[in-house]
């Protein structure tokens, strides 16, 4: 019986080691930070599109920064993180996607992209350089654009901030 208590215990241990061990890269929310990467700098995306919306690029900018937050345990930083976002939002649009009977767009749709340059620090190879781009449709008979502006971007921010943190820390 002694014998068998002791065999009961070194397993218990040996597996309580393997799990804290596999703790230092595993998060919920399916992101794989490795343990060194303690920090982040996120550099302000300035609006180079034709059609500027002025606060676009505080929206996006803390947009990003706050999906940092809550998805990671990385401390922002002004500069010199372990890994650095850059980018410039570089096209701002609002096009008809439905026409009805009176030459009226039913439906329009707002798009923005983001081109985005990722820099990983500790490990070169994860480095990218790409554009994003999302969109939110919406219809004039819900009041002018003026009036539904702001939820659209808060939207659009939302799917774009999602997809580049995931190309950088899900690998997707």
């Known amino acids: 019986m002694h014998k068998f208590l002791i065999t009961i215990k070194c397993f218990i241990v040996l597996t309580s080691i393997l799990i804290i061990q596999s703790c230092g890269t595993y998060s919920f929310s399916g992101a794989s930070i490795p343990a060194e990467m303690k920090t982040i700098s996120v550099q302000f995306f300035e609006n180079n599109s034709a059609l ?14 706050e999906r940092i937050r809550n998805q990671s ?3 922002i930083v002004r500069a010199d993180g372990d890994a650095n976002f850059e980018g410039r939002i570089s096209d701002y649009t609002i ?3 439905a026409i009805q009977g009176n030459d009226r767009a039913g439906l329009n749709r707002v ?4 081109n985005v340059k990722y820099t990983n620090s500790l490990n070169p190879e994860l480095n990218f350089e790409q554009s994003f781009q999302a969109f939110q449709e919406f219809s004039l008979n819900q009041g002018p ?3 539904q502006e702001q939820k659209l971007l808060t939207l659009i921010n939302r799917q774009l ?12």
């Open 52 to 65: 500027v919306v002025p606060y676009l690029s505080q929206q996006f900018t803390e947009a990003l920064k």
């Open 73 to 75: 345990r990385l401390s």
């Open 95 to 97: 096009r008809p996607v």
């Open 111 to 114: 798009t923005v992209t983001v």
């Open 145 to 147: 654009i003026q009036t």
């Open 161 to 172: 901030t999602e997809d580049i943190f995931n190309k950088a820390f899900a690998n997707w």
